[in-house]
Every structure is written in C-alpha cells, then in structure tokens.
C-alpha cells in the first residue's frame, strides 16, 4: 500500500490509496463484504486481486468466477475502473484445475470495464530469495517489483486531474 501511494505521489497523482483486504480471504468473503465498504468509499479505481486463496483451497472455478464476476459488477456499478490481477496457481493442482483456473481471468479480464493485470509475482514466484519458506508469499523485498509488474497495467486508468 505505502509503495503505491508514494509512486502515485512521485508520479504527481493524488489518490487516496486504501487497502480493503483482508489477509487470506477467498473471493466469497471480499464479495460478502464489499456492499459495506462501497457504502463508506466510491473509489475512482479498485484493483482487485483475489482468487489465490481460493484456488490454493480447491474451490471450483465456476464459484470463483461467481464471485470475482458479483466483485465486478459492484465495483463497476460504483462508477470506478478495475484492474483485475491475474491469479496463477503451483503445479502440483493438476493441469485440468490451472487451465480452468486461468481462464476465469481472462474470461473476466476481457469484459469493457476491467483490465488484466499480468501476474503480480511474475519474476518472483520462481525465486526462492525473493520468496518465504511456504514458497507461496512474497517477502518484503519483492514489494516493489510486485509494484512495478502491476504499474503498466494500472497507469491508462490513472488521471492527473484527481483531487488531493
């Protein structure tokens, strides 16, 4: 959150950067819980980036797709632009399970009011020096270069006209 927001300020944007998430949630529980914070925010952007937790549990694609396409909607009925981030899963869930998985992104990444993100942890995953010992979360020196994989994607829906 605090590598967003000072890019944005170097860069001369001035949105307010808050963290919604939860640590852990699956896309049920951040559907579940967005009506609430939609009521307290209108974002002017909403970068989304679940389904990890989900696909790491099982949960079958089609309920994935379910809840991110619920998330979607809500978000664009707010009026804020999205970026979607796209979610890749270990090897070791089957190649039927990653195909279906993969394709929820690019089937929601594809609608008018979304943009996909490529992979956060693109060059990070398969380094063990950037990664914890769970080989699944990042460590803190990956934060900017997870900043930097999501930056060209992000930066068409950034405006330098936003109020402070």
Do not use: C
């Not at 967005?34 to 694609?61: H, Q």
């Amino acid at each position: 959150m605090f590598q967003l927001r000072d890019r944005l300020t170097s860069e001369g944007y001035w949105y307010k950067v808050i963290n919604a998430s939860i640590s852990g949630e699956t896309t049920h529980g951040a559907n579940s819980r967005l009506d609430g914070i939609l009521k307290e925010i209108t974002p002017d952007i909403t970068i989304v980036e679940l389904g990890g937790n989900d696909g790491l549990r099982g949960f079958p694609p089609t309920e994935i797709r379910d809840n991110l396409l619920q998330i979607i909607e809500k978000i664009s009925s707010s009026g804020s632009r999205i970026l979607l981030v796209e979610m890749l899963l270990p090897p070791n869930y089957g190649e039927a399970y990653i195909e279906k998985f993969v394709a929820v992104y690019k089937r929601l990444g594809s609608r008018d009011n979304v943009i996909l993100s490529k992979f956060i942890l693109d060059n990070i995953a398969d380094n063990p020096n950037l990664m914890q010992s769970d080989g699944i979360h990042p460590k803190a020196e990956a934060q900017e270069m997870m900043l930097d994989n999501l930056w060209p994607d992000l930066f068409p829906l950034l405006d330098k006209d936003v109020a402070q």
